[in-house]
């Protein structure tokens, strides 16, 4: 069983950097591949970015291409999500999420594909 815990997050504005962090326990890192979603008020929850178990493939949504990167260091059981230029339209709750990766190789599609989430974190950029 996995648990993961968000840290980061909070009120920034509009043109700054924020760095999101996951730690995932219970379970071996570099076995799972890992993702960030966020929900924004009144919309559905949207995958943002997303890296494979070994670091080797990575996905982002278009509407972050350039501004974002996610990174993983499975020595220490973490993901990360620097997030750059942010817009006020990145406003929203960031989730991490994990499942299963045998092959260290997949990566997340939708929110479906997860098996396991963190609490969420508050993202707020003013404009």
């Known amino acids: 069983q996995a648990q993961l815990v968000e840290s980061g997050g909070g009120l920034v504005q509009a043109g700054d950097s924020m760095r999101l962090s996951c730690t995932i326990s219970?379970?071996?890192?570099?076995?799972?591949?890992m993702a960030w979603f966020r929900r924004a008020p009144g919309k559905e929850r949207e995958l943002v970015a997303t890296i494979s178990g070994f670091g080797v493939r990575l996905l982002y949504a278009d509407s972050v291409k350039g501004r974002f990167a996610i990174s993983r260091d499975n020595a220490k059981s973490s993901m990360s999500l620097q997030m750059n230029s942010l817009k006020p339209e990145d406003t929203a709750i960031y989730y991490c999420?994990?499942?299963?990766?045998?092959?260290?190789?997949?990566?997340?599609?939708?929110?479906?594909?997860?098996?396991?989430w963190g609490q969420g974190t508050q993202v707020t950029v003013s404009s």
């Open positions: 219970g379970v071996s890192s570099h076995t799972y591949a």
């Open positions: 999420a994990a499942r299963r990766d045998l092959s260290g190789t997949y990566i997340f599609r939708g929110a479906t594909d997860a098996a396991y």
